[in-house]
């Protein structure tokens, strides 16, 4: 399992540094071999407050439900003292939303920050 650097907890500090945002997408990618992961919400955005989130669009193929994905993405990191939100879409599903006017995965496509991308795309 990867080690994620831990920030200070949220009453003292500004936000969360990227170098742990960062290690926690390494930790997803080396893991879960996705095809993409996107930055979204107010990381991505410019406006994170001490309490904020990291919120991510994790872009892969699964076997099992999106949701159930997720879940195990998320619970491959059990020590960590800020909110990660987690969601997973393969791209076909982003790109048919995105077809029947899905705003949010429009805006996320769009607006997020591309933090990992697999070199075989």
């Keep these: 399992m990867s080690v994620i650097p831990l920030p200070p907890p949220v009453s003292v500090r500004k936000r969360i540094p990227m170098r742990v945002?960062?290690?926690?997408?390494?930790?997803i990618a080396k893991t879960f071999q996705p095809e993409k992961?996107?930055?979204?919400?107010?990381y991505a955005y410019g406006k994170?407050?001490?309490?904020?989130?990291?919120?991510?669009?994790?872009?892969?193929?699964?076997?099992?439900?999106?949701?159930?994905?997720?879940?195990?993405?998320?619970?491959s990191f059990p020590l960590l003292n800020f909110?990660?939100?987690?969601?997973?879409?393969?791209?076909?599903?982003?790109?048919?939303?995105?077809?029947l006017g899905d705003w949010f995965l429009i805006e996320v496509t769009e607006r997020g920050k591309i933090l990992y991308e697999r070199p075989d795309r």
Excluded: N, W, Y
């Design 48 to 75: 994170p407050t001490p309490g904020s989130d990291i919120d991510l669009l994790v872009i892969m193929d699964s076997p099992r439900d999106d949701l159930e994905t997720a879940l195990e993405i998320r619970r």
């Design 83 to 99: 909110g990660l939100d987690i969601i997973v879409r393969s791209s076909e599903t982003i790109e048919l939303r995105k077809q």
């Design 37 to 42: 992961i996107i930055l979204f919400g107010s």
């Design 21 to 27: 945002i960062r290690a926690v997408v390494d930790h």
